[in-house]
């Protein structure tokens, strides 16, 4: 069973940044699809970022792009998400996600994945 735990999550003021971490343990596949999603209050899950973590090609919410990086540790049971020129909308539970296998593209959806952190408050005020 894959189990995900997040970190790093806090308040910053607007323009600042934060680093989220992820511990991934349980694979059985050494290839992933992981990413991260967050939900604001009253508002659905949406997909931030998603790395492929045998090609180690990556994907970017519009509203991220240029501003937050996804990547993966030296062990690729870790990933992070760095988050630069943070906005208030940018507020939200961030969660970490998974899905074992080798596929030649990781799915955009909350839907796709399989395994999920709690989730990490992340706050821009």
């Known amino acids: 069973q894959v189990q995900l735990v997040e970190s790093g999550g806090g308040s910053v003021q607007p323009g600042g940044s934060l680093r989220l971490s992820c511990d991934a343990s349980?694979?059985?596949?050494?290839?992933?699809?992981m990413g991260w999603f967050r939900q604001a209050p009253g508002k659905e899950r949406e997909g931030v970022a998603r790395?492929?973590?045998?090609?180690?090609?990556?994907a970017y919410a519009d509203s991220v792009k240029g501003r937050f990086a996804i990547s993966q540790g030296n062990s690729k049971n870790s990933l992070y998400l760095r988050m630069n020129s943070l906005k208030p909308e940018d507020t939200a539970v961030y969660y970490c996600a998974a899905r074992e296998g080798t596929y030649t593209g990781c799915g955009h959806t909350s839907s796709w994945y399989d395994y999920w952190g709690q989730g990490t408050q992340v706050t821009v005020s």
């Open positions: 349980g694979y059985t596949y050494s290839s992933n699809c």
């Open positions: 790395i492929n973590t045998r090609y180690g090609v990556t």
